[in-house]
């Protein structure tokens, strides 16, 4: 059997999560082979068993077009987007359809593009859909009325799909547009380190009591504000993934690899300055975090993560001047000074959904006998 995922390339969150589910499919499907079609980096996928990695040069679906710090949407240039994605679709349905065929793929699991449930169709094979939000909700208060059209083909292509498994913090609308739809617990990464050997690794030494804070937002943290931030709080260790800045006494920046992964690094830090967005917050929650967000702009399903994520986590916001400006200190220490929160959301979603995939692995397999 050859399953293929589809992987959305805008963020690392749709593939983090995915990435998890295909370990856990691995694991409980010996028998199946994996591809992965995605514009994100290849190393997001690495080490899981009977996975080929085939990249493509721009993602499957448009995403947004987010400003140079990620804290908003540029959105005459994500609405041109989808329409350029648009004018292309029968093109890229036939392409994609013609390399499934090539490949003998039976399945296809989507996080999240809608195009995958047409190009399921033109294959007449089922696409299982994973996300906390459809792509047409997210555009709704971004595309004007004259452009209607644009929602009515994403919305076709959701219609196409089998099943959602719809992750927690996510929106009530556009259930009926999926023939089944099944509520499933968070998918997140967990460490695969001891913090201790962490500590190590970074040179960090046990007995210093300095709260961590680790800035986790791919990079796109201001220098000069993460310096102006270190400075006027000495008394915490700021750790990033700027390799090239090794920065003061209380900064320490980290390199990830095959022997040292985010969750890792995560688990040792006290707090975490990083925009919302599923994936970062879903490992908080997992690793019992404390969370300082500043608001972004245009992402609607921010209203979501607002509301619901201190439920589950301590959570601060700061404003965006205050954020670029480096003027942490005091949201980060109220934030430290909050109790950590025991979660309400069981966070086995990988495990479930890689049963639910094998339950229609099966399906497949007695369709195509």
Known sequence: MQLLFYVSGHGYGHATRSSEILRALAAQQPRCRFHVRTSVPEHLFAGIERTTFHPLPESLDPGVVEDADSLGIDVPA??????????????MVSQEAAWLRSHEIALIVADFPPLAGEIATACAIPCLGIGNFTWDWIYEPLIEHDR??????????YRQMTCWLKLPFSHDENRELFPQVLDVPLVARHPRRAAAEVL???AIDREDRRPRVLLAMRGRIPPEARAAAAKANPEMLFLHFDPEDAGKSN???VMLGSDLAFPDVLNIA???????????VSECIAARKRLLCPPRLNFREDEIF?????RQL??????????????WSQPLRRLLDQPIIEPTLPTDGAELCAREIGRWVTYAKDSHA
């Open 251 to 253: 900064e320490i920046a």
């Open 314 to 327: 301590p959570l601060t916001t700061i404003s965006q001047a205050d954020f670029r400006a480096g003027c």
């Open 200 to 202: 190590r690794q970074l």
């Open 148 to 157: 209607r059209r644009l929602q009515d083909w994403l919305r076709d292509g």
């Open 306 to 310: 607002a509301r619901e994520a201190p």
């Open 78 to 91: 994500t609405v041109e987007a989808i329409e350029r994605a648009y004018h292309r679709r029968a093109a």
């Open 270 to 280: 006290d707090a975490v300055v990083s925009k919302f967005g599923y994936g970062t």
